[in-house]
């Protein structure tokens, strides 16, 4: 495991980001944890975060020309990642973002900041099934960019509709990386060597077996 890794990890503990329990997501399953990048809610919280994903993406070598924050977690994520990419990397890159409904006034439209165009990055919290990730990628499509990748917090490498993950099925179908910062895997290797403190090992194991890749 990497340190921003470890790094990302007790950070999102710090922050009940990440909880253990019971939560039944999108899909309907029902997830022995859950993580809301919504409480990554102070400054402080949000330039370590920005750090994370901003390492991350320079680790890949992913070449991109904009990053894009989907409404609504991503916008903040997105901000922070582009402040870090400056301050920490030296790299000043345009950054944009979407209403959830276009404005009839003023700029009008559904995108905000920076041209969407060339390779676009997007910047997310977490994919699941993919549902929220596909809708991004159409309105690329239509505002006449290519997609270059998808940075998101959490990998929760479950199966989608067949065997692969919705993450595989969505670096096959546009042949792009989703690069994540941490994985499921992450979470479970760091309760180990833990010695389990949420008593949340067993849980995890088994809901991997039942839906992971
Ligand atoms: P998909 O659209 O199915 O990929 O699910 C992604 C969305 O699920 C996220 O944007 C969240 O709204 C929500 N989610 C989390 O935020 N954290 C989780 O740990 C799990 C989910 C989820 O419902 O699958």
């Given at each position: ?187 479970i ?13 067993q849980g995890m194991q088994e809901y991997r077996g039942k839906y992971g890749v």
């Amino acid at each position: 495991m990497q340190s921003y890794q470890k790094e990302f990890i007790e950070l999102a503990r710090g922050h009940d980001v990440l909880r253990f329990g019971e939560f039944t997501l999108k899909s309907g399953r029902v997830s022995p944890y859950f993580f809301n990048a919504g409480l990554f809610a102070s400054g402080a919280a949000l330039a370590a975060l920005g750090r994370c994903y901003a390492d991350r993406i320079v680790d890949s070598g992913v070449e991109f020309d904009v990053l894009l924050g989907p409404a609504y977690k991503g916008i903040p994520l997105a901000a922070a990642t582009a402040v870090a990419l400056s301050d920490r990397h030296g790299r000043d890159v345009p950054f944009a973002y979407n209403r959830k409904e276009a404005k009839a006034h003023g700029e009008g439209g559904m995108l905000v900041g920076a041209p969407l165009e060339g390779k676009v990055l997007v910047i997310d919290d977490v994919i699941t099934a993919g549902t929220a990730v596909r809708e991004v990628i159409t309105m690329i499509e239509e505002a006449g960019a290519s997609l270059a990748g998808v940075a998101i917090g959490l990998n929760r490498q479950e199966r989608g509709a067949g065997e692969l993950s919705a993450i595989q099925e969505i670096e096959q179908a546009h042949g792009i990386p989703v690069l994540s910062i941490i994985d499921m895997a992450h979470i479970i290797d760091y309760l180990e060597s833990q010695g389990d403190p949420d008593g949340a090992l067993q849980g995890m194991q088994e809901y991997r077996g039942k839906y992971g890749v």
